[in-house]
């Protein structure tokens, strides 16, 4: 597995230390946070903007129809603050009226920018007509869906998708061509199909298409990126104009200070200690407590805890009490010797990039 800690760290691509807008809002850098369900929510979101480096975080994908139903558990995934911009909320759905009444709802709300999930392979989503199946209509529908949001608000919209359904309709850059035209300010490409889930390998010439099918907006790279040599081979490959990271961002919450750092000075400069590590996890832990009450929030952390367990080489038993943590009185409890202690002899950033985060398996089908 390649890190940052690979020896020889590749050049900078220089252009990426021009400022880059999406719309009328100019990012502090060219890397964004990718949404991933479940886990790029508000107490994630603040953690990861605290240390610097981030250009833009997108919420997890949430419902359209629910926004307008005002259904609490969807609004409970639009919380936010002051500390939490430029923030682009991300919406999915089939039914045109519904994606544009969500779209004016959040612009009121506050959101900077609203971005549309069109690579989403999980049966829920794909049912109602929303995610990759959005990339099945090359007839007009789906255009005309994204026509509708574009026009209902005056922030930027954007488009997150996949190549296409599966290899033999690789229709993103035939969507791209024509979002750019009705008013889309950038696009996100995750380089695999629908069909290839979280399998087999990022599609770089598929991305480059894209990239080359538009004129202006920009696209952003993504898939699999987890270090800065993996940054620089999507850049060069593809010329795309800013990458998204997902689970690389989980890992190594670090990763958009250490590539900013990169690009202005060709060095990644300082990597996350131990207990830079320990410290961002209570933070992570207390923030989910705040956002959804320390019995739930607790439950939330166990979500989280293995890839921390595992980054900071925290041995089995913790992984254990974790997995049945009340509170937090009790994490520190159970941390308490590890701030005393330090890292294990031999403790290295490699163990934690190396901490895998669980992709949905199986056939898509029954996803
Ligand atoms: C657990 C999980 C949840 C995800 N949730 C979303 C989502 O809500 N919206 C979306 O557009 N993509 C979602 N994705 C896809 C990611 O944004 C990203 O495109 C994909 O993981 C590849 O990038 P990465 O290798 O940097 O993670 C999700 C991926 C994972 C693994």
Same mark, same amino acid.
């Given at each position: 597995? +390649?890190?940052?800690?690979?020896?020889? &760290?590749?050049?900078?691509?220089?252009?990426?230390?021009?400022?880059?807008?999406?719309?009328?809002?100019?990012?502090?850098?060219?890397?964004?946070?990718? +949404?991933?369900?479940?886990?790029?929510?508000? +107490?994630?979101?603040?953690?990861?903007?605290? &240390? +610097?480096?981030?250009? #833009? *975080?997108?919420?997890?994908?949430?419902?359209?129809?629910?926004?307008?139903?005002?259904?609490?558990?969807?609004?409970?995934?639009?919380? !936010?603050?002051?500390?939490?911009?430029?923030?682009?909320?991300?919406?999915?759905?089939? %039914?045109?009226?519904?994606?544009?009444?969500?779209?004016?709802?959040?612009?009121?709300?506050?959101?900077?920018?609203?971005?549309?999930?069109?690579?989403?392979?999980?049966?829920? %989503?794909?049912?109602?007509?929303?995610?990759?199946?959005?990339?099945?209509?090359?007839?007009?529908? !789906?255009?005309?869906?994204?026509?509708?949001?574009?026009?209902?608000?005056?922030?930027? %919209?954007? =488009?997150?998708?996949? #190549?296409?359904?599966?290899?033999?309709?690789?229709?993103?850059? =035939?969507?791209?061509?024509?979002?750019?035209?009705?008013?889309?300010?950038? #696009?996100?490409?995750?380089?695999?199909?629908?069909?290839?889930?979280?399998?087999?390998? =990022?599609?770089?010439?598929?991305?480059?298409?894209?990239?080359?099918?538009?004129?202006?907006?920009?696209?952003?790279?993504?898939?699999?990126?987890?270090?800065?040599?993996?940054?620089?081979?999507?850049?060069?490959?593809?010329? *795309?104009?800013?990458?998204?990271?997902?689970?690389?961002?989980?890992?190594?919450?670090?990763?958009?200070?250490? #590539?900013?750092?990169?690009?202005?000075?060709?060095?990644?400069?300082?990597?996350?200690?131990?207990?830079?590590?320990?410290?961002?996890?209570?933070?992570?832990?207390?923030?989910?407590?705040?956002?959804?009450?320390?019995?739930?929030?607790?439950?939330?952390?166990?979500?989280?805890?293995?890839?921390? !367990?595992?980054?900071?080489?925290?041995?089995?038993?913790?992984?254990?009490?974790?997995?049945?943590?009340?509170?937090?009185?009790?994490?520190?409890?159970?941390?308490?010797?590890?701030?005393?202690?330090?890292?294990?002899?031999?403790?290295?950033?490699?163990?934690?990039?190396?901490?895998?985060?669980?992709?949905? %398996?199986?056939?898509?089908?029954?996803?």
């Amino acid at each position: 597995m +390649p890190t940052l800690l690979s020896p020889t &760290i590749p050049a900078a691509p220089l252009f990426y230390r021009e400022p880059l807008r999406i719309g009328n809002v100019t990012l502090a850098s060219r890397f964004t946070l990718a +949404p991933l369900a479940g886990y790029t929510n508000y +107490p994630f979101r603040r953690s990861v903007r605290e &240390i +610097p480096g981030v250009g #833009l *975080c997108t919420t997890d994908l949430v419902n359209a129809r629910a926004i307008l139903e005002g259904s609490k558990r969807t609004l409970d995934l639009l919380v !936010t603050g002051p500390d939490d911009r430029p923030l682009s909320v991300q919406i999915f759905g089939g %039914v045109p009226e519904e994606m544009a009444g969500a779209a004016k709802w959040l612009e009121d709300y506050g959101a900077t920018m609203i971005d549309i999930n069109m690579g989403c392979p999980v049966r829920k %989503v794909v049912r109602v007509g929303g995610g990759s199946a959005m990339m099945c209509d090359t007839s007009g529908g !789906t255009v005309k869906l994204v026509q509708r949001v574009v026009d209902a608000v005056k922030i930027p %919209v954007t =488009v997150k998708m996949r #190549l296409g359904w599966d290899d033999a309709n690789l229709t993103a850059p =035939v969507f791209a061509r024509e979002f750019e035209q009705i008013g889309v300010a950038a #696009l996100t490409i995750h380089g695999r199909t629908r069909e290839q889930g979280f399998g087999g390998i =990022v599609n770089h010439d598929g991305i480059r298409a894209v990239v080359e099918a538009v004129d202006k907006i920009p696209i952003f790279g993504n898939g699999d990126v987890r270090s800065l040599k993996d940054a620089k081979q999507l850049i060069d490959n593809t010329g *795309c104009h800013g990458v998204a990271i997902g689970r690389g961002a989980l890992s190594n919450p670090w990763f958009f200070r250490q #590539l900013d750092s990169w690009i202005q000075t060709g060095d990644p400069g300082e990597r996350a200690t131990y207990s830079d590590r320990l410290h961002f996890m209570r933070t992570h832990l207390v923030r989910l407590c705040d956002w959804r009450g320390e019995a739930f929030g607790c439950a939330m952390f166990r979500k989280v805890a293995s890839w921390y !367990t595992k980054a900071l080489r925290l041995p089995k038993n913790i992984q254990h009490r974790f997995n049945l943590l009340k509170s937090i009185a009790e994490f520190d409890e159970l941390l308490e010797p590890f701030h005393d202690d330090g890292p294990p002899a031999d403790w290295s950033e490699w163990d934690a990039t190396s901490a895998e985060i669980p992709v949905p %398996v199986g056939p898509n089908a029954h996803w």
